[in-house]
C-alpha cells in the first residue's frame, strides 16, 4: 500500500476541478 499514489491522484483530481471551474465557472456550477 503506497499512500503517496493515492494523495498523489487525488491531488491531480483536485486540480483539475479547480482548472475546469476556472476555465467553465458556469458549466461547473450547473452540475452541482
Do not use: S, T
Amino acid at each position: 500500500y503506497d499512500h503517496r499514489l493515492i494523495d498523489g491522484k487525488d491531488a491531480v483530481q483536485f486540480l483539475v476541478a479547480i482548472k475546469n471551474m476556472i476555465e467553465d465557472p458556469a458549466r461547473v456550477l450547473l452540475e452541482i
